[in-house]
T-cell receptor, first 113, second 113 residues
């Protein structure tokens, strides 16, 4: 148990719909990351929060994607007007007690039909 | 050239075999090196972490880093069927106020009883 929960675990939606995912670290973590992982690939960085401030965004994060971490604890990732290419596992990670390493949540698997 | 390359696999070995998993990288700024294990439909789980060149051992697992060659390896001794998973190498470098994490595409390992 890494102490990071994600909800929902699976989501099936139709193209054009909006979806929102949630990441809940059990304890306080300064840094929170979102990644996307497609089949046969490693996680690809999307965005990163230091407390409630969103400090970095990847080029992968188009304007249809938005992430928030309003109180510096849980975070949400929203995808608007979903496309089939958005189908992937969306992973949340937090910094661990080891320097510069991360603990991952179980992920949300998104399928866009 | 991708920033991090990993032996693609899949790799299939008999129980008890020694497994060698390898990654190469191009960015000499990477300072921290990690191996994650990912079971099917789960989030990555931190397995090994190292900072300097050399070997680090933890039970049946040994992580090896050669910064001069930009090459890292993970060795698994006495492999077990429960080791069957995808193994992801990851590395990080300072970026702004945080770290830039980059993952390899993963090697799928099957240990046959």
């Amino acid at each position: 148990d890494t102490g990071v929960s994600q909800d929902p675990r699976h989501k099936i939606t139709k193209r054009g719909q909006n979806v929102t995912f949630r990441c809940d670290p059990i304890s306080e973590h300064n840094r929170l990351y979102w990644y996307r992982q497609t089949l046969g690939q490693g996680p690809e960085f999307l965005t990163y929060f230091q407390n409630e401030a969103q400090l970095e965004k990847s080029r992968l994060l188009s304007d249809r994607f938005s992430a928030e971490r309003p109180k510096g604890s849980f975070s949400t990732l929203e995808i608007q007007r979903t496309e089939q290419g958005d189908s992937a596992m969306y992973l949340c990670a937090v910094d661990s007690s080891l320097p510069e390493t991360q603990y991952f949540g179980p992920g949300t698997r998104l399928l866009v039909l | 050239q991708k920033e991090v390359e990993q032996d693609p696999g899949p790799l299939s070995v008999p129980e008890g075999a020694i497994v060698s998993l390898n990654c190469t990288y191009s960015n000499s700024a990477f300072q921290y090196f990690m191996w994650y294990r990912q079971y099917s439909r789960k989030g990555p789980e931190l397995l090994m972490y190292t900072y300097s060149s050399g070997n680090k051992e933890d039970g049946r697992f040994t992580a090896q880093v050669d910064k001069s060659s930009k090459y890292i390896s993970l060795f698994i001794r006495d492999s077990q069927p429960s080791d069957s998973a995808t193994y992801l190498c990851a590395m990080s470098a300072p970026f702004g106020d945080g770290q830039n994490f980059v993952f390899g595409p993963g090697t799928r390992l099957s240990v046959l009883p």
